[in-house]
């Protein structure tokens, strides 16, 4: 065995899955002949894992409504929470990249990690089963899933989507009320969410705090920030205008 198939207690048959699985599609531009890249693992992976995610927390938490176990699952398999697994295995020293991309950071690049994470069950699926990518995924997520068990609280969408983004910028989001509808006692506020000049998420709700609350909860779902902000060029930016 490698060290990752150590490290993941799974030893492939076919090693060419595994290559496959960790080769980011940048090589291609380097390397015209390559025979393949993750893209397709990936897309494989996130199904497979979407699968055994949802019926774990099914059995789980036998009380919770569709939408709130909708709500744990996005958190679980969020592109925070799948690098950090990816991050555990170091997943990124075994990747196969273009010289570029390596040296703009791409080991250590939440989508390239949580990407290589969802190949990697694909990976795993097509050369051991169903059975053997549930054993893989539920063991990585077990004390995820742990926490849930033990702490099966609502979702806070604010606080979680402060804490997603100020790992990559110091600066907060912050919401807007964009519209207001409806006599006094039904009245309606949409708001959105903007982050680094982004609209992340725009939301519903009957107070001001709840339209705060599901403008949050919609950028969550959506996912459409940066991975990183080039403060450097945002500075110069800002020079240049002054």
């Given at each position: 065995m490698n060290p990752l198939e150590e490290r993941i207690?799974?030893?492939?048959?076919?090693?060419?899955?595994?290559?496959?699985?960790?080769?980011?599609?940048?090589?291609?531009?380097?390397?015209?002949?390559?025979?393949?890249?993750?893209?397709?693992?990936?897309?494989l992976g996130d199904a497979v894992l979407q699968l055994i995610v949802t019926a774990e927390l099914y059995k789980v938490f036998p009380e919770f409504e569709e939408g709130r176990l909708t709500k744990l699952r996005s958190r679980l398999v969020s592109r925070t929470g799948l690098k950090s697994h990816a991050v555990r295995l170091g997943i990124g020293q075994?990747?196969?990249?273009?010289?570029?991309?390596?040296?703009?950071?791409?080991?250590?690049?939440?989508?390239?990690?949580?990407?290589?994470?969802?190949?990697?069950?694909?990976?795993?699926?097509?050369?051991?089963?169903?059975?053997?990518?549930k054993a893989f995924v539920l063991l990585e997520m077990s004390d995820d899933i742990a926490q849930l068990a033990r702490e099966p609280v609502d979702i806070n969408p604010k606080g979680e989507l402060q804490e997603?983004?100020?790992?990559?910028?110091?600066?907060?989001?912050?919401?807007?009320?964009?519209?207001?509808?409806?006599?006094?006692?039904?009245?309606?506020?949409?708001?959105?969410?903007i982050w680094e000049c982004i609209e992340l998420g725009v939301g519903n709700g009957r107070s001001k705090k709840l339209a705060e609350v599901a403008a949050a909860g919609n950028a969550l779902e959506r996912r459409e920030w940066p991975d990183s902000i080039d403060f450097q060029e945002e500075s110069v930016s800002e020079q240049q205008t002054a």
């Open positions: 207690g799974y030893k492939f048959r076919n090693s060419l899955l595994l290559a496959e699985a960790l080769t980011h599609p940048s090589i291609s531009l380097e390397r015209k002949d390559y025979p393949f890249d993750n893209q397709r693992l990936e897309f075994y990747m196969m990249m273009g010289r570029g991309e390596e040296a703009c950071g791409g080991r250590t690049r939440a989508s390239t990690l949580a990407d290589a994470f969802e190949a990697l069950v694909g990976a795993i699926f097509l050369d051991g089963g169903v059975e053997r990518a997603i983004l100020q790992a990559i910028s110091p600066n907060a989001p912050h919401y807007e009320i964009i519209s207001q509808s409806g006599p006094d006692h039904l009245r309606q506020f949409e708001c959105r969410v």
